[in-house]
Nanobody, 126 residues
């Protein structure tokens, strides 16, 4: 069973930065897609970023607008989300997720992911 644990959330002022971490364990992730999602109260869970563990460039949601960067540290089974220029509308619980996707596809919908962390809360004040 794959286990994912997020950390790094907290309270930050608008314009500030935060780095979220996702520690993955249980097996090798060479065939996996790794994603970041977020969910604000009363809203649907939405896609933020994703990447194939094996390589390639990450895919980002349009609202990121160059502010967020997804990275991997394969030797430590870690996935990161560097968030800069944070806005109040970024306030949400952020989740990391993993799945073995179809070949040639990077999933961007929550239902496409099988494994989920418990989430880490990000609050951006104005």
């Amino acid at each position: 069973q794959v286990q994912l644990v997020e950390s790094g959330g907290g309270l930050v002022q608008a314009g500030g930065s935060l780095r979220l971490s996702c520690a993955a364990s249980g097996r090798t992730f060479s065939a996996y897609a790794m994603g970041w999602f977020r969910q604000a109260p009363g809203k649907e869970r939405e896609f933020v970023a994703a990447v194939a563990w094996s390589g390639g460039s990450p895919w980002y949601a349009d609202f990121v607008k160059g502010r967020f960067t997804l990275s991997r540290e394969k030797a430590k089974n870690m996935v990161y989300l560097q968030m800069n220029s944070l806005k109040p509308e970024d306030t949400a619980v952020y989740y990391c997720a993993a799945v073995i996707p179809d070949l040639g596809a990077t999933p961007t919908r929550p239902y496409q992911y099988r494994y989920w962390g418990q989430g880490t809360r990000v609050t951006v004040s104005s």
